[in-house]
């Protein structure tokens, strides 16, 4: 097995972030105090009865129930700027150099928060977090799918200036996934790749959803990404195309057991997606609910996958860097780091 040395050293990308998933309870507790901010009667009333819930979510419901309450604590720029600010500060000592996160616009506009005031105190710690620490980003706007397509299409206008200008590169679907399927947000894929030709296209797919989403994903929305995709695994030909168009697959391992999605990381299709030479990435989706960030997410993979050596490790670490949306410059500089790593270990 690899050591943890090795997995902090090398040069790692998150491509599958929800920036309101990287809510801690010791932040969520002082933001509502700060705002005069009412939870639920039912909601847990302290840090640890709240961490205790984080360890038995039911399902991908059960967890979003709890995420979209948490959410509600957030109300100022500031706000939005520090839960950020605390995800890079985190992340930076794991290793981590380039960040493509998410967040959703329509939990925050649906409770009189404006779409600027978040997409602002966000991107400011973006800029922040390349300054000091060096390390890129990019902002991906998603649209939560259990809303109606036309109040999406209105979330799409109010964003439109920050996609014709470029803060937020990529457009994403999150949210409950079965109830939801891909051709319901076709006009609303087409409206916003209209405003902007740069920007890229991504959604949630194949999670708790069948292949059959991933592929409808790829060819009604268009999109260039899928994150989690690892129900694709039940469809060879999907992995064939997969492979073929070098569709990045942003896999989150521990996202995935915490969800009951799997029951241990080791049940996970990584193998058989490397053998079909099918691009992925590992990741963190909602780290503070699913207890641990992108270091953590890497290193339980390792313990999973104990033979993978460390040729293979930075093939997974190149293929994330080939499949994200930073400039060629970029990728180059972060490959020449990929291989400087592996030849520091394999002697
Ligand atoms: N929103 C935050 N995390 C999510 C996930 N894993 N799936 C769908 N929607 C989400
Ligand atoms: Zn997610």
Not at 203 to 219: I, K, R, Y
Request: negative net charge; hydrophobic residues 35%; aromatic residues 10%.
């Amino acid at each position: 097995m690899v050591s943890r040395e090795f997995l902090l050293e090398l040069p790692k990308c998150e491509h599958h972030l929800h920036l309101e998933g990287t809510l801690e309870p010791d932040l969520l507790f002082p933001l509502a105090k700060r705002n005069n901010i009412t939870l639920p009667e039912v909601f847990p009333k302290s840090v640890e009865e709240l961490k205790d819930k984080y360890g038995k979510f039911r399902d991908l419901q059960d967890f979003l129930d709890y995420y979209y309450i948490g959410t509600n604590v957030l109300i100022k720029e500031q706000d939005f700027f520090d839960l950020a600010w605390a995800y890079f500060e985190k992340v930076y000592k794991q290793g981590l150099f380039h960040a493509e996160v998410f967040y959703d616009p329509q939990s925050h506009t649906s409770r009189g928060i404006s779409l600027e005031t978040v997409t602002k105190g966000f991107q400011r710690a973006c800029d922040k977090a390349l300054v000091e620490f060096g390390i890129t980003s990019k902002l991906i706007m998603c649209l939560l799918r259990h809303i109606e397509p036309e109040e999406c299409l209105k979330t799409i206008e109010e964003a439109a200036p920050f996609i014709e200008d470029g803060t937020i590169s990529a457009l994403g679907l999150d949210s409950a996934e079965r109830p939801f399927p891909p051709n319901l947000f076709v006009e609303c894929y087409q409206k916003a790749a209209s405003l902007n030709e740069n920007l890229r296209l991504t959604a949630h797919a194949g999670e708790e959803g069948p292949a059959q989403f991933v592929s409808d994903a790829l060819d009604l929305l268009q999109v260039t990404r899928i994150d989690h995709g690892i129900n694709s695994q039940h469809d060879d030909e999907l992995l064939d195309r997969l492979a073929r168009d070098r569709t990045l697959l942003t896999i989150c391992p521990l996202s995935n057991v915490k969800l009951q999605v799997v029951k241990s990381v080791s049940e996970l299709p990584l193998q058989k997606f490397l053998d079909k030479n099918v691009p992925f990435s590992l990741n963190s989706d909602d780290p503070a609910y699913f207890g641990g960030y992108i270091l953590d997410n890497y290193i339980q993979v390792s313990k999973d996958f104990p033979h993978w050596d460390h040729e293979t490790w930075g093939h997974i670490a190149k293929n994330a860097i080939n499949g994200s949306w930073c400039n060629d410059k970029r990728k180059n500089d972060l490959l020449d780091k990929v291989d400087q790593v592996v030849a520091k270990h394999s002697i």
